[in-house]
């Protein structure tokens, strides 16, 4: 009882104290919970402080200033934003022989003694369902409690943040927050499907498997020895299907709209339930009794929570979950396959890029487009990203053509998609270089080869006349005119290897113009 009024007394002296954050800017409190929690489970809260831009805690304790801080007010010469230690000697702190006296809580339960406790300088005061508990910290702290002994249902938990100072504790910043504590199983369904394009509108493709994972909320590890069995009924006329894996696939035949129900059991410590006893009999005395306690005279207290409380007497009790959803199930793409690559080959005169044919086949409903990215081998550095429409007479077989910026090996993805799903197939393609027999090469060979002929032609005829020139002697004019018939007989037939048509002709024009 004395330490109920020493807590009350401190309220009262709390709240005639001025916040010393008036001037330096407000600090204020964050509570939050892992809310909901199952009865019998833990449930824990964590308080957070946050301080005006510029200011934090430092390792004493002390609330500073962060250096190298850029503030829109000029900074004081001292380093402490809330200087709480400015009336320690004034209040009769210092190291007087009193000193002890100011290591307790507001309801005189000392302060425990952990390692660097005397630089854990604020105090929580955690108050719910008409009780409270206190704990000293730093800037942020964690409390978790039992639930065995909570109402069932949405609870509020408020936490006042004191500043130890001298004899007085300084009221920082209040905060509440409502969390829930439920007699059933917290649990939530993920669902998954294979070219589901959109997962979260609760519509899947027909032929193939539905992944459901069941995601059980337990932060406190409650169940962690239990036995836990999942009871699905998919909705589709299939039965009831039983399982100890949180994972479970089915695949629904049909298209429509099926309600899916799932029921999870499993057994935890709880409350042994109470015998019934027998109703005694009416008397004017135990109806006068009756009348008396139900209107009973109303009491406030505030008392200490111990935090690990747990019921002495404990049994084995069933504990349910429940989900329901409603899906629906429609036709979609189910595959694609890339059946056939050509390399299209590209006339002389176009850029360096390289055309390939991509042959695509798919099964399940007509896409309404298709999509390629390509990129790199090792299909992380995208280069190009196209889509095209696919025409309703196109099926699902169609060809798919892109160019490439050359020759090399390139990592191409492409999908098909429609409203509602969504295919992709991944192929690496190697481009080859340019043919070396193209159009242009051949005519480039050719006027080599002619070149080449035209100058050994020349050489050898020059060669012919230095020898007849320089070392014959004058021969009489009837041999130099058979001589000259000879050489002019030569040149002649030489002549007649290249005519006259294809010099007005040149071959590379002809060429460029077949291909």
């Not at 696919?390 to 429609?418: E, I, P, W």
Request: glycine share 6%.
């Amino acid at each position: 009882m004395e330490h109920r009024y020493c807590f009350l007394g401190f309220l009262l002296l709390a709240a005639s104290l001025p916040l010393n954050a008036a001037k330096r800017g407000h600090v204020q409190a964050v509570l939050t919970s892992d809310s909901p929690a199952l009865v019998g489970s833990n449930i824990t809260f964590a308080v957070n402080l946050v301080f005006p831009r510029c200011q934090k805690e430092d390792a004493d304790g002390n609330i500073v200033y962060e250096k190298n801080c850029r503030n829109d007010t000029i900074l004081s010469p001292d380093p402490y934003v809330y200087n709480w230690a400015a009336g320690t000697a004034a209040g009769g702190g210092g190291n007087s022989g009193n000193q002890s006296h100011y290591n307790v809580f507001p309801d005189g339960k000392p302060f425990p003694h952990h390692p660097g406790w005397k630089k854990w300088n604020f105090v929580y005061i955690f108050h719910t369902l008409g009780q409270y508990f206190q704990k000293l910290g730093r800037c942020s702290v964690r409390v978790s409690i039992n639930t065995a002994n909570v109402t069932v249902g949405p609870q509020l938990m408020e936490v006042s943040v004191y500043r130890r100072h001298g004899r007085a504790f300084v009221p920082v910043a209040k905060v509440k927050d409502v969390y829930v504590v439920t007699d059933q199983i917290p649990l939530f369904v993920t669902m998954s499907q294979k070219n589901d394009r959109n997962s979260s509108d609760e519509t899947f493709l027909k032929d193939l498997p539905i992944t459901f994972d069941v995601l059980i909320h337990d932060p406190s590890h409650f169940l962690n020895e239990s036995a836990i069995y999942y009871k699905w009924d998919f909705g589709d006329n299939t039965g009831l299907f039983v399982s100890n894996n949180h994972i479970s696939n089915h695949t629904y035949k049909l298209n429509g709209t099926f309600g899916l129900n799932l029921t999870v059991q499993t057994r935890v410590p709880g409350p042994c339930p109470q015998p019934s006893p027998s109703p005694p009999k009416p008397t004017p005395s135990v109806t006068a009794l009756k009348s008396f306690h139900s209107n009973p005279p109303v009491r406030t207290s505030v008392k200490p929570w111990e935090l690990s409380e747990v019921p002495d007497e404990s049994c084995q009790i069933n504990r349910y979950g429940y989900y329901r959803a409603t899906i629906t199930i429609v036709a979609g793409i189910l595959e694609v396959n890339i059946i056939q690559m050509t390399h299209i080959p590209v006339p002389g005169t176009q850029p360096e890029n390289s055309l390939m044919d991509f042959v695509v086949a798919c099964q399940g409903t007509i896409p309404t487009e298709v999509c390629t990215i390509i990129s790199d081998p090792t299909c992380q550095l995208a280069q190009n990203a196209a889509c095209d429409p696919v025409g309703v007479d196109d099926g699902c077989l169609l060809t798919v053509r892109r160019a490439f910026n050359g020759s090399g090996t390139y990592c191409m993805n492409l999908t098909l998609h429609d409203e509602t799903s969504l295919v992709l197939t991944s192929t690496l393609v190697s481009v080859p270089g340019r043919d070396p027999a193209s159009p242009l090469r051949m005519a480039n060979g050719a006027l080599v080869s002619v070149g080449c002929l035209m100058i050994f032609v020349t050489v050898i005829a020059l060669l012919m006349y230095k020898k007849y020139k320089e070392y014959k002697p004058m021969e009489s004019s009837a041999e130099a005119q058979v001589k000259g018939k000879v050489l002019d007989v030569f040149l002649n037939r030489a002549k007649i290897t290249f005519p006259e048509n294809q010099e007005k002709d040149p071959l590379l024009k002809n060429q460029l113009g077949i291909a």
